[in-house]
């Protein structure tokens, strides 16, 4: 009885599996063809010039590297008005159209997109009041330099980044912020300058920061929800003193930005970080009549001069 039944089962499996084999098929889902469309990734802040990225959408299939088009009319326009014409201009890390008229603050921007046989293509920001960060004072007692098993070593620096707004009043709401480390290393007398910097965190504080392609590291909103007002971090910068190398100066940029240019950044920062089976976040996209992102942000840089 025993072998009958897992006779039984047996045949029961393979009756299941051939099922399962015969039911499987191949399934051609035509997607539809979308009118190519034009995509402009700008950003600006005061005192420096518009930078604009401009390319055309192309087919899902398609494996060759998108192109920016030969002849663009890219325009930024102020109070309905043209304010500034941007060039194309061909750098090291692509093309770019480019102003020679740097942004003001307090003032909303338009950016406008012409090419030939596409409809016009517009976005709209501003640069945002700054809310800086109070100025950053050291303890040295606790600044130590780790060695590292390839023999250089690293310097752990302390750092307490609190927002420089009254106590006596509630958090600000809608923040959104991103800041940037660097530092300079004195070599046998001479000065490797703005080198990148990296930083540890806690974890929480870890799972709340993005890496972003603007070489900035953006500041979920939800850091500030519980109405702290502080981001505590470790500055690391990695050095080699079996070559005289030492930390002299660390660079701390702290960037208080438009709501579009967090909105696009932290979209494109979610994109990379999906799991497998999670439906996938919609990229953030202020531009009308196509894609991409226009957006001011607002800078300041505090410089701290390390112990000897």
């Not at 109070?79 to 500034?84: I, T």
């Not at 100025?135 to 302390?158: M, R, Y």
């Not at 958090?171 to 930083?199: C, H, M, R, V, W």
Request: proline fraction near 7%; charged fraction near 20%.
């Amino acid at each position: 009885m025993v072998i009958m039944s897992r006779l039984l089962l047996i045949n029961v499996f393979l009756l299941f599996s051939l099922l399962a084999v015969r039911c499987a098929r191949e399934v051609i889902i035509d997607l539809p063809d979308e009118p190519s469309k034009i995509v402009a990734v700008g950003k600006f802040t005061i005192n420096d010039t518009f930078q604009v990225r401009v390319t055309l959408t192309q087919p899902i299939y398609d494996p060759g590297e998108v192109q920016a088009p030969a002849d663009a009319n890219v325009t930024v326009a102020k109070a309905g008005e043209l304010y500034a014409r941007l060039y194309r201009q061909k750098t090291s890390e692509g093309v770019y159209w480019k102003s020679r008229k740097p942004a003001e603050p307090n003032v909303e921007y338009t950016l406008n997109v012409q090419i030939g046989g596409y409809p016009l293509t517009s976005a709209t920001s501003s640069v945002p009041q700054h809310i800086d960060i109070k100025p950053i004072s050291l303890d040295h007692s606790q600044i130590v330099a780790e060695q590292l098993s390839d023999g250089h070593q690293q310097l752990h620096i302390p750092l307490a980044l609190q927002l420089n707004t009254p106590t006596t009043e509630p958090a600000p709401k809608n923040l959104y912020f991103a800041f940037n480390l660097t530092s300079d290393i004195d070599a046998d007398g001479f000065t490797i300058e703005q080198q990148q910097a990296y930083f540890a965190a806690d974890g929480r504080t870890l799972s709340l920061l993005h890496n972003i392609p603007e070489n900035v590291v953006l500041i979920n909103e939800k850091y500030w929800s519980e109405g702290k007002r502080t981001l505590y971090l470790d500055a690391l910068i990695p050095f080699k003193p079996d070559e005289d190398q030492r930390p002299v100066r660390l660079y701390v940029e702290w960037l208080t930005l438009s709501e579009e240019f967090y909105r696009y950044h932290l979209s494109v920062a979610r994109q990379g970080s999906n799991l497998p089976l999670s439906e996938p976040d919609a990229v953030f996209n202020n531009v009308v009549n196509g894609y991409g992102n226009f957006s001011g942000y607002a800078t300041r840089k505090q410089v701290i001069d390390l112990p000897k």
